[in-house]
């Protein structure tokens, strides 16, 4: 009976430290993104490929710690824009509970010649904070 009380505690206390950070990212701009996060790209099509409500992806389980991310804004050669290397993100990403929750949304617009991404970062542990790149030919 000890012994079973015991393994009991244990696994009651091993299911207390489950890691539930996550990041969701969703992609309401025109054409894909991809983000680097830990040494691996997550490509997230945009509404041109996923129809209007974009594309959209979850990394679970991410350890507590802050964390480098970059983006990459993918537009079509036959769209008449261009990749100027603002096209790019890059920022800081921090868990800091074992609960905490990321969501990342990136949108976009066209002016004319120029295509304007933006990119909103909310957390369920801290503040907003948002980034906007332009692309343009």
């Not at 950070?21 to 993104?33: F, M, P, S, T, W």
């Not at 983000?35 to 389980?61: E, L």
């Not at 800091?96 to 010649?113: A, D, E, P, R």
Request: one cysteine or more; glycine letters at 8%.
């Amino acid at each position: 009976m000890k012994k079973a009380l015991v393994v009991f505690f244990v696994m009651l206390s091993l299911a207390g430290c489950s890691n539930d950070n996550k990041i969701v990212i969703q992609n309401l701009a025109a054409y894909d993104v991809y983000v680097n996060f830990r040494a691996q790209i997550y490509d997230v099509p945009g509404t041109s490929t996923a129809g209007v409500n974009g594309g959209s992806r979850t990394i679970p389980s991410i350890p507590n710690g802050t964390y480098q991310y970059k983006t990459m804004w993918f537009v079509p050669d036959n769209s008449g824009l261009s990749i100027s290397p603002a096209a790019e993100s890059d920022g800081n990403l921090t868990f800091t509970s074992q609960q905490t929750k990321i969501f990342m949304q990136y949108g976009s617009i066209t002016q004319g010649n120029s295509y304007i991404g933006s990119l909103t970062v909310t957390s369920s542990t801290s503040t907003t904070s948002s980034t906007t790149d332009v692309v343009s030919p």
